[in-house]
T-cell receptor
Framework: GEDVEQSLFLSVREGDSSVINCTYTDSSSTYLYWYKQEPGAGLQLLTYIFSNMDMKQDQRLTVLLNKKDKHLSLRIADTQTGDSAIYFCAESIWNTGFQKLVFGTGTRLLVSP | DAGVIQSPRHEVTEMGQEVTLRCKPISGHDYLFWYRQTMMRGLELLIYFNNNVPIDDSGMPEDRFSAKMPNASFSTLKIQPSEPRDSAVYFC????????????FGDGTRLSIL
């Protein structure tokens, strides 16, 4: 079935690194995404990784993909208070020729000064 | 570029009333998605369209919910009659057709049914 799992909470101190983990189920997923949701706003695309890659770096963000274990992680270096938000991972699913995203439950990141 | 535009941003109405939520996708995008977000159930996909045609409405909770996309630049999600348990944030998202293009979300409509 379609199921994307994430831990619910993560608390870090400003300046530390944050690592948010995600497991997904569909081995045929070609793209995996990370979205950020700030209070009162919609989901904002942060980054994504193609399934034939195992790592992607984008400024302070590093995405690691372990296809064998169906495990995805997002590392935020030098975490700032402005990074406090809910982070969603999502896998793309092709269903009868059409694409949709299956989202995880979201991880609430709290960054303390 | 204008993003996905949703209206209204907030809606408060009484139980039993009809509610209509509106969405304008990003120009040129072929997919449009409606989601509902609650604390209890997280983010749920309600329905999605491709080229204005509904593809999968299996997430629509019940017959009180309906969605339309009369043209490429406009979609509505209607609840009639509304109930307190429909209170949630409703998001619209759109994406381009080619490949696994990411979805772009609107800022949502916060709906409260009293």
């Amino acid at each position: 079935g379609e199921d994307v799992e994430q831990s619910l909470f993560l608390s870090v101190r400003e300046g530390d690194s944050s690592v948010i983990n995600c497991t997904y189920t569909d081995s045929s997923s070609t793209y995996l995404y990370w979205y950020k949701q700030e209070p009162g706003a919609g989901l904002q695309l942060l980054t994504y990784i193609f399934s034939n890659m195992d790592m992607k770096q984008d400024q302070r963000l590093t995405v690691l993909l372990n296809k064998k274990d169906k495990h995805l992680s997002l590392r935020i270096a030098d975490t700032q208070t402005g990074d406090s938000a809910i982070y969603f991972c999502a896998e793309s699913i092709w269903n009868t020729g059409f694409q949709k995203l299956v989202f995880g439950t979201g991880t609430r990141l709290l960054v303390s000064p | 570029d204008a993003g996905v535009i949703q209206s209204p941003r907030h809606e408060v109405t009484e139980m039993g009333q009809e509610v209509t939520l509106r969405c304008k996708p990003i120009s040129g995008h072929d997919y449009l998605f409606w989601y509902r977000q609650t604390m209890m159930r997280g983010l749920e996909l309600l329905i999605y369209f491709n080229n204005n045609v509904p593809i999968d409405d299996s997430g629509m909770p019940e017959d009180r919910f309906s969605a339309k996309m009369p043209n490429a630049s406009f979609s509505t999600l209607k609840i009639q009659p509304s109930e307190p348990r429909d209170s949630a944030v409703y998001f619209c998202a759109s994406s381009a057709r080619r490949g696994n293009q990411p979805q772009h979300f609107g800022d949502g409509t916060r709906l409260s049914i009293l």
